[in-house]
């Protein structure tokens, strides 16, 4: 069961808290996608990813976190984690339970939508800057906000989800913008088989003996822990796959390892400190997005 004792002291207090990216009145201004959507083929040789969106610096994968990760223009890719509810409807939420990243407590796939839309995310006080309250998004949302405009990584969390995040992305003609990301080489198939870009991540234990050559066929992007062997890490680069990134790094000395040894995107929890070239974008016209 879902522990909702503190809901109704929230609730008054939610009622008025927006996000911290909120605009106030007016229409919102559709961004501009130009000729059509950012696709994979735009990005850099060296890749930047914030990891939750930078869940060092934001909190992590909420919309006003990915949004000021997007407008502070330090990463190239937005990744986030994803969750279904019992309604089927897919979410963004990195844990099983909401216990460590909201005020309540339960687990996700106990919630339908209209439940889901009375979670509040709690931001960490050790953050940067001044945060609020705010309803974590659904994908649908996040893609609707973001899709397109940014590459996403989006790892799923729950399998039994696949076939309708794959309706999500295809419905919005995004299926060269969007990353599905896997720890499961069956499901980066099933990725892969669906017309979606395929990622598979690997702790460091996993590329001891991993063969990352095998699946080459079928994974568009490697997903290598940092903490990972030279000698493992060597091979994933020499695999065949195309894309090889380092996770989760968070010195510069972790990033400048990886870089050295081929890998060409760094997967940071911290994208304003370790991004080298911050991509300058303006982000004029944007909408705002409210709980």
Known sequence: MVTWSALTSLASAASVVSLALAGQGGAPTPLEWGAGPLTVDALPRITYVAHRGGAREVPENSMSGLM??????????????????????VVVMHDATLDRTTHLGGEVRELDLARWRGV?????????????????????????????????????????????????????????????????????????????????????????????????????????????????????????????????????????RALALGCDGIITDAPGRLTRHPTGRSQRGARPWRA
């Not at 899709?147 to 995004?174: C, N, Q, T």
């Not at 990972?228 to 020499?238: G, Q």
Request: cysteine-free; aromatic content about 4%.
């Open 120 to 256: 509040r995310l709690r931001p960490r006080a050790s953050l940067p800057g001044s945060w609020r309250a705010e309803r974590p998004p659904t994908v649908a949302e996040v893609l609707d906000r973001l899709g397109g405009r940014i590459v996403l990584m989006l790892e799923v969390k729950d399998p039994r989800s696949l076939r309708r995040l794959a309706r999500l992305i295809r419905d919005r003609g995004l299926t060269r913008s969007v990353f599905v990301n896997s720890n499961d080489p069956a499901v980066a198939r099933r990725v892969h088989r669906l017309g979606l870009l395929s990622q598979l991540w690997r702790s460091a234990r996993q590329l001891r003996t991993d063969r990352p050559e095998r699946w080459r066929s079928f994974v568009d992007l490697l997903d290598v822990d940092v903490n990972a062997r030279n000698r493992d890490l060597v091979r994933a680069v020499r695999s065949g796959i195309p894309r090889v990134w380092a996770h989760t790094v968070l010195t510069p000395a972790q990033r400048d």
């Open 68 to 89: 000021a990760a997007y407008e502070r223009g330090t990463a190239q890719v937005l990744d986030a984690d994803t969750r279904m509810l019992r309604d089927g409807t």
